[in-house]
C-alpha cells in the first residue's frame, strides 16, 4: 500500500517543476504528511567513522535540505545520518531558473543551483533547536561573490560548531565558477591548514572535536586524485566524501535534458563515482573514512561503494524517483544482506572490490 500511495505521490510531483516539486517534499516532510518508516535498528549496520556512531551507514546528501528546514524528519524515514546545505555565510539567490532538470528515462537530475541558501543564521536557528544528539551534518561552501573563499569557509566552522555533528567542506560544486580550483594542490592545502586550525580552535574552547570530511568532484584526472590524496594524508583531515555530481554526459538516453549545463546525479553516476571512490582508497589507504556517494539507488549499490571501499554511502538523487521509502528498503536490504553472507557487521565487505573497481575504466 505504501508503494501505490508512493507511485500516485510521484506521478503529482512530477507534474510540477521539479524544484516546486521539491519544495512540497520538503513541506511534507516539515507537517508529517510524509510518514517515518525507518527500518529495525539492528546493530550488525551500526558503524564508528571518525570516532562517531552511527546507527547505519546510509546517510542523505547535502543539496536537498539546504536550509536545514527537515533533518529530523529526514532521519525518521531510516537515514543513520543527514547533512545540510550547502550553507554559505550570507544568503544567497543561486543561478537563474529554470536550474533543475529531469532525465526521467535515465533517472538522473541535473542542476545548476549555484548554493542557493538562507544563509548561516537561518540554517543555525533551526538547528539549535534540533536534538544535539541527532546525527546532522553541516556541509558548508563558499558565497559566489566572496573576496575570500577561504574565510568563508572558516566562518562556517565557527557558525556552526555548537550544532554540528560534522563539517563536509564542500570544493565540488560546478555551478559555483572556480570552486573547483581549491581541488588543486597549493589551494587546497591553503583550504584545510585555515579550516582545520579554526576546528582545532573551536575544539580547544569546548572540549569537543568535531570531524571535517572534504567532498570532491567525480571529474578528477589521476594527477588531480594524487594531488587531493596527498594533502589530505598531509594534514589533519578526518576524510573524504566521494563524490558530487558530474559535468560528464557519457551513455544517457534523454539527449535533449542532456544539454542543459549543470552536474548531474542520479543512477548514471553510480559508475563513475564508485570508481574514483575506490581510486581514492588505494591512494589514500585502509584508514582514512570515505563516505561514498552518486547513484545509489538499492542495497546492492549501496553494498557495492562499501565493497569498493566506502566506510559509509549518501544518497538524494534516487530518491526522487524511488520516494521517501528508499531509505528503509536499503537499510533492510543491508541487513539482509548481513544474513545470506552471514556477516557479524556490513563493515566486513568494506574493500573487498577495491581492486576491481580502481582498474575500471570510464
Known amino acids: 500500500m505504501i508503494d501505490v500511495f508512493q507511485s500516485l ?7 510540477f517543476d521539479p ?3 521539491h519544495g512540497l517534499s520538503i513541506k511534507g516532510l516539515k507537517t508529517g504528511l510524509v510518514p517515518a518508516c525507518a527500518a529495525p535498528a539492528d546493530p550488525r549496520l551500526a558503524q564508528t567513522v571518525a570516532g562517531l556512531s552511527f546507527a547505519n551507514p546510509l546517510g542523505m546528501a547535502a543539496g536537498y535540505d539546504k536550509n536545514a528546514d527537515v533533518p529530523e524528519a529526514l532521519l525518521r524515514l531510516g537515514f543513520g545520518f543527514t547533512e545540510i546545505g550547502t550553507v554559505t555565510p550570507k544568503p544567497q539567490a543561486g543561478n537563474d531558473k529554470p536550474r533543475i532538470f ?29 536534538d544535539r544528539k541527532a546525527m546532522i551534518g553541516v556541509n558548508i561552501g563558499a ?16 557558525t556552526f560548531y555548537g550544532v554540528a555533528r560534522y563539517f ?7 555551478n559555483t565558477p572556480g570552486l573547483r580550483d581549491l581541488q588543486a594542490r597549493e589551494s587546497l592545502s591553503a583550504l584545510l ?28 584526472t589521476e594527477e588531480g586524485m594524487d594531488d587531493i590524496a596527498a594533502v589530505a594524508l598531509a594534514h589533519d583531515l578526518d576524510g573524504l566524501i566521494v563524490s558530487n555530481t558530474t559535468l560528464s554526459r557519457d551513455g544517457l538516453k534523454d539527449q535533449r535534458q542532456a544539454k542543459e549545463s549543470g552536474g548531474l546525479s542520479g543512477k ?23 563516505i561514498g556517494a552518486g547513484g545509489v539507488s538499492s542495497a546492492e549499490t549501496a553494498a557495492e561503494k562499501i565493497r569498493a571501499g566506502a566506510n559509509l554511502v549518501q544518497l538524494y538523487s534516487c530518491m526522487v524517483y524511488e ?13 539482509q544482506l548481513c544474513d545470506r553472507e552471514k556477516l557479524s557487521s556490513i563493515g566486513d565487505i568494506r574493500g573487498t572490490r577495491v581492486d576491481y573497481w580502481a582498474d575500471k575504466n570510464v
Open 268 to 290: 548514471p553516476l553510480f559508475e563513475k563515482s564508485t570508481v574514483v571512490l575506490a581510486k581514492m582508497r588505494r591512494r589514500v589507504g585502509p584508514d582514512l573514512p570515505i
Open 143 to 158: 558565497n559566489k561573490d566572496s573576496a575570500d573563499r577561504i574565510a568563508d569557509y572558516v566562518t562556517g566552522i565557527r
Open 168 to 174: 563536509t567542506a564542500n570544493i565540488s560544486s560546478p
Open 323 to 335: 520516494g521517501p521509502s528508499l531509505p528503509g528498503k536499503i537499510v533492510r536490504g543491508l541487513s
Open 102 to 130: 529531469r532525465l526521467v528515462e535515465d533517472e538522473a537530475v541535473i542542476n545548476r543551483l549555484g548554493f542557493n541558501n538562507a544563509g548561516h543564521q537561518a540554517a543555525l536557528q533551526r538547528l539549535r533547536a534540533c
Open 19 to 21: 524544484e516546486a516539486a
Open 193 to 220: 591548514l585555515a579550516v582545520l586550525a579554526a576546528r582545532d580552535d573551536e575544539a580547544a574552547k569546548s572540549g569537543i572535536r568535531v570531524p571535517v570530511f572534504l567532498k570532491i568532484a567525480p571529474d578528477l
Open 9 to 15: 505521490a510521484r506521478r503529482g510531483l512530477f507534474l
